[in-house]
């Protein structure tokens, strides 16, 4: 019998049930890989099919080298498909653009493939850094419809942003479609998070703060 409850792989977040959907904020790779790297060793290592959507700085091969040397038997998982790196172009976009249909049947195609061939479920991670202005609406829709998707699924999905990306509102636009925020191990970033959009709160205190930015986004723009 599968277990709802996973393990994390992040200490400080412990233990986290099917279903869950949350992000995290990085300025550097350094920031990116400190959390994908025990978070996908977890998934890994209970027979989860473990899919990075990449995007940014990171290429296939520094993310193998980095893998190898934190994760046992690496090559083994990634010779048995149990990871894969999935260009963002190739997961959620149509002729270059980003498609919302595409980018949610591929997380309703690739979870059943998981389970068909007999993993306990899919572990995911998103790197965002790359996205285009004119698709914000419309990506923005599609994380609030995979956050409420996920929880039908045995899915664990992480989005990662590039902070330099990101307003204020983009943040909170981001924070309110996810369960939580992983603020990052680093100090540095945490104070960024901080200073960008007062992030370290829950969802419900994020919509409200959500609700009074772009209030006065909207009265700025008509005076």
């Given amino acids: 019998m599968r277990s709802n409850i ?3 792989g992040v200490e400080i977040i412990g233990n986290i049930p099917w279903g869950t959907h949350f992000c995290q904020f990085y300025q550097t790779k ?4 400190d959390i994908l790297v025990p978070y996908f060793k977890a998934g890994l290592e209970n027979n989860e099919l473990c899919i990075w959507i990449t995007s940014g700085s990171l290429n296939d ?8 040397k934190a994760i046992p038997y690496f090559d083994v998982y990634l010779e048995n498909g149990q990871f894969e790196l999935i260009p963002y172009v190739d997961w959620c976009s149509k002729e270059g653009v980003f498609n919302f249909e595409k980018a949610i049947d ?15 479920g899919l572990r995911a ?5 790359l ?32 902070l330099e990306m990101c307003s204020t509102i983009d943040i909170m636009d981001i924070a309110t ?11 540095n970033g945490r104070k960024r998070i901080a200073q960008k ?11 409200r703060s959500c609700r009074r930015a772009r209030s006065v986004t909207e009265c700025s723009s008509h005076t």
């Avoid at 350094?30 to 890989?33: A, C, F, G, N, S």
């Avoid at 202005?133 to 899915?155: K, Q």
């Fill in 177 to 187: 479609n996810h369960q939580f925020v992983w603020p990052g191990r680093k100090e």
């Fill in 131 to 162: 996205l285009e202005r004119e698709s914000w609406n419309d990506f923005v829709d599609y994380e609030r419809r995979l956050d409420s998707i996920t929880g039908r699924y045995s899915i664990i999905t992480l989005c990662a942003y590039s």
């Fill in 106 to 120: 591929s997380w309703v195609v690739k979870v059943s493939r998981s389970l068909a061939v007999g993993f306990e």
């Fill in 125 to 129: 991670a998103e790197n965002f850094c």
């Fill in 61 to 68: 091969e520094e993310i193998k080298e980095v893998f190898r």
């Fill in 6 to 8: 996973r393990v994390s």
């Fill in 197 to 207: 959009g007062k992030i370290l709160l829950s969802t419900s205190e994020l919509s």
């Fill in 30 to 33: 350094e920031d990116l890989l």
